[in-house]
Every structure is written in C-alpha cells, then in structure tokens.
C-alpha cells in the first residue's frame, strides 16, 4: 500500500506558469524525495529534504516540509513543455534499509 | 559516471514462465533496490540487497526473488508469471551506508505476461 496521498492527481498548466504538487504521508520519516518520471520510463531523483529541514531549493524547484501536519510541497516556477511528466513523492523511515515508499503521484502537463 | 543499467529493456512471456531481470548500478554503489510500478498499484517496493544479503523485503509473494553478486550486480526472477505481474520494473542503487540516500533509478523493464 502507498504511504499517501498526492494532490493533485492531474495539473495542467501553460508555460511560464508555476506548478504546485502537495504529498501528504502518515508515518515518521527519515527523508523525503521527489521524483520525476517522463512516459513511463524510469524515476529521475530531484530534490531530498530532511526530516529536521522546513525549505529546500534547487533550481526551479522549491519544497517544504511540514512533518507536523505530514506533509510536503513541490514547487516549479516558469514551468517549460520540457517540465511535463508525472511527479512522485517518496518517503524512507524508520529503521528500514533501502526502502522507499511513493505516493501515487501527480500527472503534470505544461502546454507551450 | 554512467547511471544505473537494466536489461532487457522490454521481455514478453505467457503465464507459468519464469523471468530474470539484471540490474547493474552506479559504480562504486553497494545497494540495489527494487520495486514493481502498475497502473493500479503504483510504485511497490520488492527488496534491497547490500554486500549480496538481502537487508529488506516488501510484501511480494515467494515466486518474486532476487540475488546480488559480488560485483554488486542485481538479478530479479519471477517464477510461475501470473498476468498480474505484467508491470514496468525498476532498480535504483544507492551507496548503501545509510537509511537517508537518494537513490538512482534505471531506465526500467517492461514485462508483459500473455
């Protein structure tokens, strides 16, 4: 079963718009990371954000990271076409080696 | 530094055949992961190796199994395919030292079961 929910399930948006994608989890966590992932292919790591850090930047892209209310928020600013592709969260917890669990993630379309 | 590699890229079987699938990660990276991605289940953890022991397990029936090799190379092997099974499955390898890395996914296989 998936840790939890992503929010929304489908973005659509034009170009130079900014694009917000919530994931909410439920249990402690030691990290978590988003993910992109462009026609099925395989997960390109984006960003990872401690448990102890609120805000984080790379790029374009900003998150947060409320662990009191449980949950995460990627930001992408200026979105491009080339930024169309789906988005997962996943979290690792616990004392759990090399597992992670991902939301069901959010389809994100940017027209040009 | 060349990412993570997995072959074959796409395989086709019919029910009550096995599969192996090969994952070779980043050099210099000790632990491999796997998980299983469908439509209706999203993306599932199977297992992690580090040092060829497996340190963690998802909730996969016993037909899922996998191994690694010195070299740090993976294989993953489905036996008794159900059509269920037809999903894209992917490795992601990490250094392995800790529970907080980022972990570095490969292109994927496609399996369809016929």
């Known amino acids: 079963s998936q840790q939890g929910e992503e929010d929304p399930q489908a973005l659509s948006i034009q170009e130079g718009e900014n694009a917000t994608m919530n994931c909410s989890y439920k249990?402690?966590?030691?990290?978590l990371q988003w993910y992109r992932q462009n026609s099925g292919r395989g997960l390109v790591h984006l960003i990872l954000i401690r448990s102890n850090e609120r805000e984080k930047h790379s790029g374009r892209l900003r998150v947060t990271l409320d662990t009191s209310k449980k949950s995460s928020s990627l930001l992408i600013t200026a979105s491009r076409a080339a930024d169309t592709a789906s988005y997962f969260c996943a979290t690792s917890g616990g004392t759990s080696y090399g597992k992670l669990t991902f939301g069901q993630g959010t389809i994100l379309t940017v027209h040009p | 530094k060349a990412g993570v590699t997995q072959t074959p890229r796409y395989l086709i079987k019919t029910r009550g055949q096995q599969v192996t699938l090969s994952c070779s990660p980043i050099?210099?990276?000790?632990?491999v992961s796997w998980y299983q991605q469908t439509p209706g289940q999203g993306l599932q953890f199977l297992f992690e190796?580090?040092?060829?022991?497996?340190?963690n397990k998802g909730n996969f029936p016993g037909r899922f199994s996998g191994r690694q090799f010195s070299n740090s190379r993976s294989e993953m092997n489905v036996s008794t395919l159900e059509l269920g099974d037809s999903a894209l499955y992917l490795c992601a390898s990490s250094l392995g030292g800790t529970r907080e890395e980022t972990q570095y996914f490969g292109p994927g296989t496609r399996l369809l079961v016929l």
């Open positions: 050099s210099g990276h000790r632990s």
């Open positions: 190796y580090f040092s060829e022991t497996q340190r």
């Open positions: 249990t402690s966590i030691n990290n």
